[in-house]
């Protein structure tokens, strides 16, 4: 009588060029949702107010929505952002 023997399935390990083409991915998606959150954030400490809100006897700054859309050159590639005026 044979023996039967499972054979295993080799797997190859993802080359290291795929695992930072998506590590890249990941830290440019992560950045491109984060960054106009944070300058959003950073807008409303300078004017010392919220998107509706009004301004209290201090100076009259005012938002002007958004630039056009700007490209960011970094280490995992570009990424598009829009800055608030």
Not at 4 to 12: A, D, G, L, N
Not at 28 to 51: C, F, H, M, N, V
Not at 58 to 78: A, C, E, F, I, W
């Amino acid at each position: 009588m044979r023996r039967y023997h499972k054979s295993r399935r080799q797997t190859t390990p993802a080359s290291p060029s795929a695992v930072r083409m998506t590590l890249e991915d990941h830290l440019r998606r992560a950045i491109q949702d984060k960054l106009p959150t944070l300058l959003e954030e950073e807008l409303q400490e300078y004017l010392g107010r919220s998107w509706y809100e009004r301004h209290q006897d201090g100076p009259k700054q005012y938002r002007n929505g958004y630039g056009k859309p700007r490209t960011l050159s970094s280490g995992v590639g570009d990424i598009c952002v829009q800055v608030p005026r």
